[in-house]
Structures are given as structure tokens and as C-alpha cells.
Nanobody, 124 residues
Framework: VQLQASGGGLVQPGGSLRLSCETSGFRLGDYAIGWFRQAPGRQREGVLC????????YYVNSVKDRFTISREDHKNRVYLQMNSLKPEDTAVYYCAAKIYGCLGGDYWDAYDYWGQGTQVTVSS
């Protein structure tokens, strides 16, 4: 089982990035996928989650109007579109998979599989 986040980088405030989470070794359509982030000196926090019915659950209010999660199960990929990025969005972003939907999906320990992170830096 593997999840690999990619697409991070350096972007100016107000800019956009699209992260990808490529999965393998399990049937993506049976799993919810969550995105987490961890900023320097801070605990990892759940950002949002998409279940197998394409329903999104947000865990961070400040991203609700800026971040969108989507999935293409036939490509084994989940995406995180991040718009209007702010310096406080700077963090390492991780994707993770859990069965039985997004219930409790703001807790890292609720997930069955975890991937490596990708760095997002928002700075001028």
C-alpha cells in the first residue's frame, strides 16, 4: 500500500497550488481520503476529507472557501486544489486513507494508510 503526495512548492501569497495524492495497493473507491498538514512547531492537523461518495468534510474553517478536494478513482488519485494561499498555509501536506468514510477523519490515528508529505511554502 502506498500513498504519495506531490505538487508542493513555493508560491506567493494569493497564488494557487494543486496537490496530488497517488495511491496504490488498495481499492481507492472503498476509502475516504483526508489531507493533513503540519507547520513547523505545530501539531499535525486535519484539513479536509472526501468520502467515496464525493462528499467533502472540512476541519479547518479558514480553508472552506479556498481549498477543494476531488478524486478520480479510476486514476487512483485524489487532488487538493488550494487557491488564495496565505502564509499561514505553509506546512508539509500529507494524504491518508481510511475506510468507513470521513467520520473522525480529523484525527490522524483514524486512518488506515498514510503517505509521505509534500512541502507547501507561501511566501513573498
Amino acid at each position: 500500500v502506498q500513498l504519495q503526495a506531490s505538487g508542493g512548492g513555493l508560491v506567493q501569497p494569493g497564488g494557487s497550488l494543486r496537490l496530488s495524492c497517488e495511491t496504490s495497493g488498495f481499492r481507492l473507491g472503498d476509502y475516504a481520503i483526508g489531507w493533513f498538514r503540519q507547520a513547523p512547531g505545530r501539531q499535525r492537523e486535519g484539513v479536509l476529507c472526501i468520502n467515496s461518495n464525493d462528499v467533502t468534510t472540512y476541519y479547518v474553517n479558514s480553508v472552506k472557501d479556498r481549498f477543494t478536494i476531488s478524486r478520480e478513482d479510476h486514476k487512483n488519485r485524489v487532488y487538493l486544489q488550494m487557491n488564495s494561499l496565505k502564509p499561514e498555509d505553509t506546512a508539509v501536506y500529507y494524504c491518508a486513507a481510511k475506510i468507513y468514510g470521513c467520520l473522525g477523519g480529523d484525527y490522524w490515528d483514524a486512518y488506515d494508510y498514510w503517505g509521505q508529505g509534500t512541502q507547501v511554502t507561501v511566501s513573498s
